[in-house]
């Protein structure tokens, strides 16, 4: 019987009946779920049983070449789900012969069922007729009522070059992705940091996205060579691991914003979503500007203050080919608040250049979410520019909705507003972008610092007890629990865990001024000052916050020391200065006419 016959039975395979014609596997009258893919190939096996059917045939039949590339990974995984459905193994098969290098043949016996009765047949027909009536019915829904999928991970873009110096291109082509994909209206868009560990992961999609929280997948490869660039990506529905959608993309290099942007809006319409009218356009960019922003994002995601040096290097280089190049100046900003933020440099010298390239950011691009981002916090952490703030950073998020970072920053700008219900809720949505960090332990260390920031003790120790539970090696876990132990009063457990700290990285100075602080208060002043000698030392030939040394002479009781230290931190602007509050670790200057004056030099609100 021929394949175009045997394509419209059911037939006995082994212990299972297939139905070549609707696509079902039973077995006993189960009905087994099988993935469209696994089944086109036991289809195929089938219809050509005992005979070899090569790898080579299969990727011509299911994966045509303007579709998804990386062909070997598909293939295996769809065998292991046939294989999964039919209780059969590669080692000692029943069902399906592995030829290696080769491909693949059906061993199991092939028998024609007998034909159903007259009866079967017109309640399937029926069946059929009500299932087309639901098709159509919610087929109309899904078409006016929303998007189809509405959760997405974008999992990290495979480097099918073969060349493992290319793996920050094919990273950042996934957060350019990322990035754009965010501006989707009604759908929750995976952040960055919580879809790059699943790098190279050996998880079924199934299981990432039930971790993740999210009912579609985007998964694909990046390949450049010489002066274009090819990206293939598939959509799938998680839960069915059902193909919604794949395609290919190839352009030249100088084209590849409108490559990202083309592939974005395909992703869009596929689950019937729409992305924000104020998604910035496209625009052609210089080759080697690009590759420069690809090597600084990837540099500035190592989160280390090398990696951010390195990072204002590329996306300086960047602007300089090409100075109309929004995202680059954008990213630039977010390099140098960063550099601000690690201690590394004076906050003045480094948080007037992210001013600067997020000012100019805009200028080239109003619409670009991550320029308003930056701007915000600079007014946020440098300027003390609360209007101003509250202005950029919810343009940010209306423009791009899903960016985990802006959501984090309002809570904790929110938080020293005294607006605590409000920063819950950028929490919450926090939480709901970055699921992979929110549930490990830097999600509970940042929570309990905002904890901490409204003086909520007791939560900020308990979210703190967790992450230290969870990754004892990290020193930040460590260093922000034995600071809110001794801000809470419990000072021989807080001094603890601050030699701990230490300990974990002996280099950090802000972790040593904060345990001389606990030490002086505990009365061990003989400690303390030890560490107070080793910041001055180190103060004489690089930079050291004013405000660590001002910690010390607090807790040592030198109160005018401390004001002097605190008034040179006002003139760098150091950004720590936001939580110069009288209820914390400055409380015992609350009554000085010094630190008032800073208070409202600052202007931050009373509690």
Known sequence: MDSTSLSKLTLRVGGFDVDMQSGELCNDGEKIRVPDQPFQILRLLVERRGEVITRDELRQQLWPADTFVDFDRSLNSAMKKLRDALGDSADDPTFIETLPRLGYRLIAPVEQQQPRSRRWMWAAVAAVVVIAIGIVAALRFSASTGPQIHAIAVLPLANLSGDANQEYFADGMTEALITDLAQLQEVRVISRTSVMPYKQSKQSLPEIARQLNVDGVVEGGVVRSGGRVRVTVQLIRAATDQHLWAHGYERDLSDVVTLQRDLSSAISEAIHAQLAPSAHAAQRVNPAAYDFFLRGTAALGKESAEGVKYAITYF???????????????????????????????????????????????????????????????????????????????????LNPNEASTHTAYATF?????????????????????????????GFIGSAARYRTAGDYPKAIAEMRTAVQMDPSLPRGHFQLGWTLAEAGQIPDGITELEKSVQLSPKNLR???????????????EKARAILAELNKHSAHSYVS?????????????????????????????????????????KPLRLEPRFRELMRKIGLPEA
């Open 414 to 442: 929110l938080r020293i507003m005294h607006r605590p219900a409000e920063a819950d809720a950028e929490v919450k949505r926090w939480h709901e972008v970055n699921p992979y960090i929110a549930k490990r332990a830097e």
């Open 546 to 586: 004013p405000i660590a040394i001002g910690l010390v002479h607090i807790g040592l009781h030198e109160n005018q020391s401390a004001l002097d230290f605190l008034e040179e931190a006002y003139r760098d602007r150091d950004f720590e200065l936001i939580s110069l509050t009288p209820g914390s670790t400055f």
């Open 316 to 398: 300086e280089k960047a602007v300089a080919i090409q100075p109309d190049f929004a995202p680059g100046y954008a990213s630039l900003a977010r390099a140098y608040s960063q550099l601000a933020y690690s201690g590394a440099v004076a906050p003045r010298e480094s948080m007037s250049r992210a001013k600067q390239a997020a000012l100019k950011a805009i200028d080239l691009d109003p619409q670009l979410a991550e320029g308003h981002t930056e701007l915000g916090l600079v007014h946020f952490r440098y300027d003390w520019d609360w209007r101003a703030s509250e202005q950029e950073i919810p343009r940010a998020l209306l």
């Open 511 to 525: 972790f040593q001024a904060r345990l001389a602080w606990a030490y002086a208060l505990a009365g061990e002043e």
